[in-house]
């Protein structure tokens, strides 16, 4: 009985010895920061197009979207010429329910959209642009009235406060009766901020 008992004796001191050690243990911690960046990116897509494109790619920027026309005919009136990509008859925007352009919402914040268009310097040549969007979907919606967008010294504020996965459909018209023969380049320039 006298063994057994030194025996329990020996390993309950031994037991005191290892949570003596475990009580001198130190410790310390350091704070961890996971930061996640406010990303705006948005995607553009044209009218029969496989191909959007999104303006989060990387360095030199942002891949061109393809090309559309504004064909002067005769069955349209200065405020309403028709806007289609490549030529191609397939595909007419259609007033609201068929727009040109879908811009959504790609980053992980509310964002702001402006647009602007460069008409070469060409000052008979006038584009506006009006969308939709889902109800609800950004504190300010697009016009519902064709707005002035060429050539602006400053960014025209198409939407505001619209919610990440928001789908902006643009209508653009173009007025060129003024100008002459041929053919004329521009650009349709697109913008995100934060919200």
């Known amino acids: 009985m006298k063994k057994i008992s030194l025996v329990c004796a020996a390993l309950f001191f031994m037991g005191l010895i290892d949570l003596v050690f475990a009580a001198s243990e130190e ?59 490549k030529t191609n008859d397939i595909y007419v925007q259609n007033g609201v329910t068929i727009p040109i352009i879908t811009l ?15 008409v070469g310097g060409d000052t008979t040549i006038l584009v506006c642009a009006n969308g939709t969007v889902a109800s609800g979907s950004c504190a300010t919606p697009p016009p519902a009235t064709c707005t002035d967008i060429t050539a602006k010294s400053t ?28 053919q004329k380049t521009g650009a349709i320039y697109y913008r995100s901020s934060t919200s």
């Open 155 to 182: 960014w025209v504020s198409f939407a505001q406060g619209c919610a990440i996965n928001t789908r902006l459909n643009v209508t653009l018209y173009a007025d060129f009766t003024n100008t002459g023969l041929g």
């Open 104 to 118: 959504e919402n790609r980053g992980n914040t509310p964002f702001n959209f402006y647009l602007n268009a460069s």
């Open 27 to 85: 410790f310390a911690y350091t704070t961890a920061y996971f930061y996640t960046p406010t990303d705006v990116s948005f995607r553009v897509t044209l009218l029969g197009d496989l191909t959007p494109t999104d303006s989060s790619q990387p360095y030199p920027g942002p891949v061109t979207p393809s090309w559309i026309t504004f064909n002067q005919t005769d069955t349209c009136n200065p405020n309403c010429k028709k806007v289609q990509p």
